[in-house]
């Protein structure tokens, strides 16, 4: 009777732990599903600006990003970089989803097969681009450049507007020395006589202007209106298009917010961006930073695509409304 009696509670026990063990593991599996779920649905968008991402800078600034992200706990990751072609190879290496950039490399990189679209209008500007030399040069026109040394970082906007300026005045590529050069040692190049003349962007060219360590010989007016974009890889904007959406809506508020409040708005740019604040100020008079990319804008996106291919510099066409998507700032009411 003992003996059944202990067989009877051994068996109670042995099914007890059989019970509890599965009923653990079907938590932990639950657990185990739940968590893998919520790193699934973890948001996050990386943003590639520059020194002269001046909206984007004033909404990391001002915490807008993190305002609007925070909602749903998207993730904000920032990379400053210094030009527009490293921009471009973090976008087609999966490094960045979206970034703010000039004609050149947008148009680039379209040409060569990345998959990116161009999402917004990030500036227009007629005076965006300058050719200067130094104070006390004789070089008096763009002419006398052949045979000097131009510094310019090749692959960017500033490059375009250089071969364009020298085509209108009877020159070419081969008929100067172009020395390839980031707008961090520009001035110094130029100051130290290592370069006889520098094509470069704003506010870089208030910034040489104003430290008099050069003068404007030529801008970009009557030679090529700007528009800057905000690249887009095509990916990241099918998976989750509301990101790319909600983006655009900081900048427009960033944007308002450099309309309403010009002082405080360029003296955080300034400060973040460590250029002076006269620079800012001077730089971004005359630009428009309307999101809405207009039929103006793809027509110069389009004659600046056809220029470069004419000129050999892309080795393959393509139709410029390949890289245009406008479907993101229609969603937000921006036509």
Known sequence: MIIIMKKKVFALVLTLILVLGFTAGCGQNKAEKSTANEA?????????????????????????????????????????????????????????????????????????????????????????????????????????????????????????FLMLLLQQNGL?????????????????????????????????????ELAKAGKVLANSENVIKTVGVYLARNEFGQKDPGLIERFLKVHQKAADYLRDHPDEATAIIANESKIPVEAVVKSIKTIDWGLQITDDDIETLSQAKDYLKDTNVLKKDFDINQLIDKKYLNNIGIK
């Open 172 to 208: 070419n590529n081969s008929d100067v020395n172009v020395v390839n050069l980031p707008t961090s040692d520009q001035k110094t190049a130029l100051t130290s006589e290592n370069v006889d003349a520098v094509a470069t962007w704003q506010p870089f060219v208030a910034t040489i």
């Open 40 to 160: 699934k649905e973890k948001k996050a968008i990386r943003i590639g600006y520059q020194a002269s991402s001046s909206l984007t800078i004033l909404a990391k600034a001002k915490g807008f990003f993190e305002e609007e992200f925070g909602k749903d706990g998207t993730e904000v990751n920032y990379s400053l970089f210094l030009a527009g072609p490293p921009m471009v190879e973090a976008l087609s290496g999966d490094r960045l989803d979206i970034a703010n950039l000039g004609p050149l490399p947008a148009i680039s990189a379209r040409a060569n097969g990345i998959d990116v679209k161009a999402v917004g209008r990030a500036y227009s500007d007629d005076l965006y681009y300058g050719l200067l030399i130094r104070p006390d040069s004789s070089i008096s026109s763009v002419k006398d450049l052949k045979g000097k040394k131009i510094a310019v970082q090749v692959g960017s906007g500033a490059h375009l």
